[in-house]
C-alpha cells in the first residue's frame, strides 16, 4: 500500500525535477544540483580540475516516476570540455554510483542510453572513447539490463534495489 500510494504521488504531482524525491536524496551524493522544470545538471568536483556531470531528466515514458539519465561525462572543470587526464580514473563510476543510491533510496528507476554523442569522436577523432558496448558493460555493473540496441546505441533500464 505504502508503495503504491508513493508510485501514485510521483507520477501525477512531480512535474519538476527540483522537487522529485530522488533529486533531493542526490544532493547528497554530489557538489552541485540545478534543476530547470522537468531537467536538471548534477555536477561532482574533483581536486585535480576534473568534474563529472550528469544531465538528468523526468522520464515521460516510465508511469512509474523514473529517471532519465541523458548524458554522463567527465571533463576539464575549467574548459568543461573532454580531457584525457580526466578519464580511466573512476569518477563516472564515483557518479553511478551516487545516481544508483539516490534511485535507491527513492524507488525510483532510471534509464539511458549507452553511446557517446557521434559529434564528441568527430570533435575528438585523437581521443579512445569508449563504445556502446563497453559503456553497456560499465553500466551493467551498476544494476542496468538491457532493454534493446542497435547499431549505435544499447537501450538501457534499471529497476530500484530495495
Not at 524525491?21 to 531537467?39: C, G, I, M, T
Not at 536538471?40 to 523526468?58: L, Q, V, Y
Not at 515514458?61 to 554522463?72: S, V
Not at 557517446?116 to 556502446?132: A, H, Q, V
Request: glycine fraction near 6%.
Amino acid at each position: 500500500m505504502k508503495y503504491s500510494i508513493k508510485e501514485r504521488l510521483l507520477t501525477e504531482t512531480v512535474d519538476h525535477i527540483g522537487e522529485h524525491p530522488f533529486f533531493e536524496a542526490l544532493r547528497n551524493y554530489v557538489d552541485y544540483a540545478s534543476a530547470d522544470s522537468w531537467q536538471g545538471i548534477i555536477k561532482t568536483h574533483h581536486p585535480d580540475g576534473c568534474s563529472t556531470e550528469a544531465f538528468i531528466a523526468i522520464n515521460d515514458e516510465d508511469d512509474k516516476g523514473g529517471i532519465w539519465i541523458d548524458k554522463l561525462e567527465v571533463v576539464n572543470t575549467q574548459t568543461r570540455k573532454l580531457d584525457p587526464e580526466c578519464f580511466r580514473k573512476g569518477y563516472a563510476k564515483q557518479m553511478l554510483q551516487a545516481l544508483t543510491r539516490a534511485a535507491d533510496e527513492t524507488g525510483t528507476p532510471l534509464s539511458l542510453i549507452a553511446a557517446f554523442e557521434p559529434y564528441l569522436g568527430r570533435r575528438y577523432p585523437d581521443l579512445d572513447l569508449p563504445d556502446k558496448d563497453e559503456l553497456a558493460q560499465l553500466y551493467s555493473q551498476y544494476g542496468f539490463v538491457e532493454t534493446s540496441r542497435n547499431y549505435a546505441q544499447v537501450h538501457m533500464y534499471r529497476s530500484p534495489v530495495a
